[in-house]
């Protein structure tokens, strides 16, 4: 009995502590990595109370319903050593010393197929013992889809509009060096800052995805670009659009920015001249899946033939999206060579990340 209670009880925990991870955004990420060890001491726990499953798993004639337990019970263990081995590779507290993975978005991954086949799990243990399955099975089919959602949806949403992020300039951008070999590169980006009319009171959550660099706001991209211009020690320059201004409020942002998509504007913007470079490093947000419009005026209206555009996106979960395509259509006579795709909360450490990217375009020439 006293057994019953404290399984259930570790279970119950195991899957309060697996949402509370999702929502990093309001934990923080040290607790965020103390909570994780918390999670894998209940699982523990709950591996010891249930040691008698090892035993069962190679018996043969179950029913079916059985089997597909013991497999989505198997594919659950793997996610979960997936997880843990990922959870050290992007820990910046507990475990700096262990290999750093560089991107977060396995762990992120991890993390939602750990909860949903723990729900699927507990689900089948119910859908098991359960008189009436039907109610059983319509249940556990909405915790199954509210756990994708939450990890595929609700969390990089919350990350894109409700992270803050404080960081000491020097400490994140000066560093070692590359040594680019053949003419200067130039590095050109685009951000939200210095396109924005943020009010001077504003702040980093209602100016969402903005970073506070030494107590002054900074744009994703403009951080990459200051990492990026040291590492190559070069020129980096900003994409600002002429006339107009993109509106604080963040909402309103990409209500602008998707209306900008679909009638593909090419905004005004303050001219930039690539002549005389060879390599161009590009760096821009993914807005809408796809380049910004202003970044579509930029390379319109340079001619890049027999130049290389290397390209660094950042983006709050969707990869390149369709820029690298829409970048190669707008520039059929570059050489366009995609970089990495930094997710929005890897921004502040990607220093090392771009270090060894930007070697390894320089080895590559
Ligand atoms: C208008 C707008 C649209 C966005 N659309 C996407 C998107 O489709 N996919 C995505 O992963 N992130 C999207 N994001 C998130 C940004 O790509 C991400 O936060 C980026 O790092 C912001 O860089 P910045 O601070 O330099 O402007 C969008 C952000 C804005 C403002």
Redesign the pocket.
């Known amino acids: 009995m006293v057994k019953k209670r404290v399984g259930l009880f570790v279970d119950i925990m195991m899957y309060a502590l697996l949402i509370t991870q999702m929502l990093y955004v309001f934990v923080g990420n040290n607790a965020h990595e103390i909570i994780g060890i918390a999670f894998f001491i209940c699982l523990a726990v709950h591996i010891v109370l249930k040691k008698w499953w090892f035993k069962t798993i190679l018996k043969k004639d179950k029913p079916l319903q059985r089997r597909i337990f013991d497999i989505i019970t198997c594919l659950l263990m793997i996610s979960i050593i997936v997880l843990m081995i990922s959870s050290m590779g992007v820990s910046r507290f507990l475990f700096p010393w262990f290999f750093h993975l560089g991107s977060s978005d396995l762990h992120r991954y991890m993390g939602t197929a750990v909860l949903t086949l723990g729900v699927l799990h507990g689900g089948m243990h119910m859908i098991m013992r359960a008189k009436n399955k039907r109610p059983v099975y319509i249940g556990v089919t909405l915790a199954c889809i509210a756990s994708v959602s939450i990890g595929v949806f609700a969390v ?1 949403y919350l990350n ?1 509009h409700l992270k803050s992020v404080d960081i000491s300039y020097s400490e994140k951008v000066i560093g070692d060096k590359v040594d680019w070999t053949g003419e200067k590169p130039l590095v050109v980006y ?4 210095g396109n924005t009319d943020f009010e001077p009171d504003v702040d980093a959550v209602s100016g969402a ?2 970073l506070i660099s030494d107590g002054e706001m900074m ?4 951080l990459i670009a200051d990492m990026v211009g040291d590492i190559l020690d070069c020129e980096s320059i900003g994409i600002t659009v002429k006339g107009y201004k993109y509106p604080s409020s ?1 909402n309103e ?2 209500s ?3 209306d900008e998509l679909r009638a593909a504007a090419r905004p005004p913007i303050e001219p930039i001249d690539v002549t005389g470079y060879d390599s161009v490093i590009l760096i821009y ?6 380049i ?1 419009m202003p970044v579509a005026s930029f390379l319109e209206q340079n001619d890049f033939s027999g130049k290389t555009l290397y390209l660094i996106a ?5 990869g390149y ?1 369709n820029t690298v395509s829409e970048i190669e259509t707008l520039c059929p006579d570059a050489n366009v060579i995609p970089g990495t795709s930094i997710y ?1 909360e890897d ?1 502040p450490d990607a220093r090392n990340t771009l270090y060894d990217l930007i070697k390894s375009w320089n080895s590559g020439k």
């Open positions: 990089p894109r685009f951000s939200r800052m995805s903005l744009g994703n991209d403009q963040y942002t990409i602008v920015a998707g947000p993914l807005w809408w899946n796809s910004p950042t983006q709050g979960s969707s999206g929005c921004i």
